[in-house]
């Protein structure tokens, strides 16, 4: 069998599949998990591809490490959405982390994964994590002010249970939630299949974060030919990371390391043009 | 209508089309070009796309440009391949070039592309551009020693007429041809959507050539997430460009410019470790 997603009716993109491993509906979508044979088991909601078994490390170190390496002190780290686990499970790889909460709204998405797509087994066993089962734009709303060192917004597209998590007045709160040092990070979609949602993200992030550094790089099961996450900070530069930290870390990762840190950050002629 | 491709049987990629614009079939392969939606005329052969109106820059600009900004002289281009016209076009931005030959086995696809896909309009009118109709195995088998500066190989995967173009033996000739300081850069296939063949290819050149450098980037039409373009020279450092040809030709371009010469030679963790 064949899972499809497609893109904006033009662009198709599918996996190869032996069987159905799981199939659910929650209150916010649909939720499948698919043996494929390129990614493995691979998770798809309202019929996206989300993240498989295999491929899945690009885009899980990418919104996890930068951040992580570029706060002066990622102790306290809040997860909104990623209930998959994979991205905690990269953010617990720093042991500087001394808490991780992880806000996700559909508790059906963390039941299947944690059951059927072993992402995050070292993470949800880790006691360094609380999970929240709620919606994370109310919990930023409701959170204390500076209470976080790092902000990772782990969401899928802006339509259904994640639009939220791409409007202005989350970010305030994001922004408000973070502490002085600390450094935001949320996946900002593909610049090149999706280029003007990429742009409008930026936009939305400039409007609230004083210093805001688009990274890009490729990121499999999407057929977008790269991804984008954006680092924004109070003011600091997200480019400027712990060396040592980056260097503890790096043995343990198949994508990122110290100097992608940078590379990643330089963008198509193109973009740099439109960003200004 | 959905024009699809298929990698291996495990994943598919597909481009929804309003028309076929032509179709044909040569001794080497069939040839279609079909009005697509996301990248207006798009070419396939042998039902593989190969390139399309919009998004080609990333691929032609990368192929081109590196070599192009390494070489100390580039004044005697060869381009093996590039039927469409999108690689001559890029060298010929270059005011240094003072001959480009292009070797094309199939000259349906040169026709094909000529009348229906404007990629090349520029380059198909430069008195500089010379147009070999034939084998580049052949072509360059028989070139003289040391007769180009820079070597560039454009083929499509290595099978069917483009098989040649990756063999120890051929690289051996483009090195030959190639002039002390010169530069050669080959398509190198994905080293995501299928790293052995990536691996392979860089083996292979490193059999050949002292120094073997590869650079990685976005292509869209390819579903691949990820595309690599390898510069090779007799010892020089490829990543070491003349700043000011590249500060000249950047505000023609949309993709390349200065910094992403070496930005794209930072390779996943994963891919430093397997290439040593």
Chains 1, 2 share one sequence.
Do not use: K, N
């Not at 996700?104 to 994590?129: F, K, Q, S, T, Y």
């Not at 339509?159 to 002085?180: D, I, K, M, T």
């Not at 930026?202 to 030919?225: D, H, I, K, M, N």
Request: charged residues 25%.
């Amino acid at each position: 069998m064949w899972c499809e997603e497609t893109f904006a009716d033009r662009v198709r993109y599918g996996l190869r599949a032996s069987r159905v491993v799981y199939e659910g509906r929650s209150a916010y979508q649909t939720i499948a998990i698919y043996e494929t044979l390129q990614y493995g088991r691979v998770l798809a909601l309202d019929g996206v591809f989300q993240t498989g078994e295999r491929g899945e490390h690009f885009y899980h170190e990418m919104i996890a490490h930068p951040a992580l390496c570029a706060a002066p002190s990622p102790e306290r780290v809040l997860v909104i959405g990623g209930g998959d686990g994979g991205t905690a499970r990269e953010v617990l790889r720093h042991p500087e982390v001394r808490s991780c909460v992880l806000v996700e709204i559909d508790g059906l998405v963390m039941e299947a994964c944690r059951e059927h797509l072993p992402l995050g087994r070292a993470a949800w066993r880790d006691p360094r994590l609380e999970v929240v089962l709620g919606d994370g734009v109310a919990y930023v709303r409701e959170a204390p002010s500076s209470s976080f060192d790092v902000v990772i917004v782990d969401g899928s597209d802006p339509v259904g249970p994640s639009e939220g998590l791409f409007g202005e007045g989350f970010y305030r709160h994001c922004s408000r939630v973070l502490a002085g040092r600390g450094v935001f990070v949320t996946q900002s979609e593909s610049p090149i299949l999706d280029l003007e949602l990429f742009l409008d993200i930026q936009r939305r992030l400039r409007a609230v974060f004083p210093r805001v550094t688009p990274l890009v790089g490729p990121a499999p099961l999407y057929g977008a030919e790269q991804w984008s996450w954006t680092l924004c900070t109070h003011g600091g530069d997200p480019l400027e990371l712990d060396v040592s930290r980056a260097a503890r870390v790096e043995p343990l990762l198949r994508y990122y390391h110290r100097d992608l840190h940078r590379a990643s950050a330089v963008l198509s002629a193109e973009l740099r043009r439109l960003l200004g």
